[in-house]
């Protein structure tokens, strides 16, 4: 079935870009979004890209899509300690399914 | 900003009593969705809901848990004899259309402990 996997962990210096990867199985996924969790706060959608595309930029996020690989990555640029957050990954299939989550990063901006 | 709003935001319970989770989706949304995750893993689909039934339910959804939308503003999730396996984070999601999942609101979750 499908999968998403996220890496558990990042650090990252204010002022560095922080990069986030994943990686899904299944090649017809349709959208891949990325969502923020802030401590005790819902899961806010940051950003998303449709599959036929390989870059999205908005702001100080850029996210990569190799389709190829089965790839989503999302560069936060100039990172903040505001920053520090769950980003998790996800993937809608065809015919508007459910969202498939990964895990979830969990990113540390270190002042 | 409309918000989809969760209550309460920690529930403890022991082991094969009821619990209810509350939500109360953005007002004009007809779609509303459970999502859970345990701890150190996925955010799981448990179902969603439409036109005051179950369109769509995952294999974790079984016959201990139930959805309603009792009164055209709250939408519950009620676990009837919680288990210890129950215990995670659950999500409230509503939108507003169904044609794309970019537009799903999620609330700040219910952390359920089940003892």
């Known amino acids: 079935g499908e999968d998403v996997e996220q890496s558990l962990f990042l650090s990252v210096r204010e002022g560095d870009s922080s990069v986030i990867n994943c990686t899904y199985t299944d090649s017809s996924s349709t959208y891949l979004y990325w969502y923020k969790q802030e401590p005790g706060a819902g899961l806010q959608l940051l950003t998303y890209?449709?599959?036929?595309?390989d870059m999205k930029q908005d702001q100080r996020l850029t996210v990569l899509l190799n389709k190829k690989d089965k790839h989503l990555s999302l560069r936060i640029a100039d990172t903040q300690t505001g920053d520090s957050a769950i980003y998790f990954c996800a993937e809608s299939l065809p015919g508007n399914t459910p969202l498939v989550f990964g895990k979830g990063t969990r990113l540390s901006v270190i002042a | 900003e409309p918000e989809v709003t969760q209550t309460p935001s920690h529930q403890v319970t022991q082991m094969g009593q009821e619990v209810i989770l509350r939500c109360v989706p953005i007002s004009n949304h007809l779609y509303f969705y459970w999502y859970r995750q345990i701890l150190g893993q996925k955010v799981e689909f448990l179902v969603s809901?439409?036109?005051?039934?179950?369109?769509?339910k995952s294999e974790i959804f079984d016959d201990q848990f139930s959805v309603e939308r009792p009164d055209g503003s709250n939408f519950t999730l009620k676990i009837r004899s919680t288990k210890l396996e129950d215990s995670a984070m659950y999500f409230c999601?509503?939108?507003?259309?169904?044609?794309?999942?970019?537009?799903?609101?999620f609330g700040s979750g219910t952390q359920l402990s089940v003892l």
């Open positions: 890209i449709f599959s036929n595309m």
């Open positions: 999601a509503s939108s507003g259309d169904r044609a794309t999942n970019e537009k799903l609101f």
């Open positions: 809901f439409y036109n005051n039934e179950i369109s769509e």
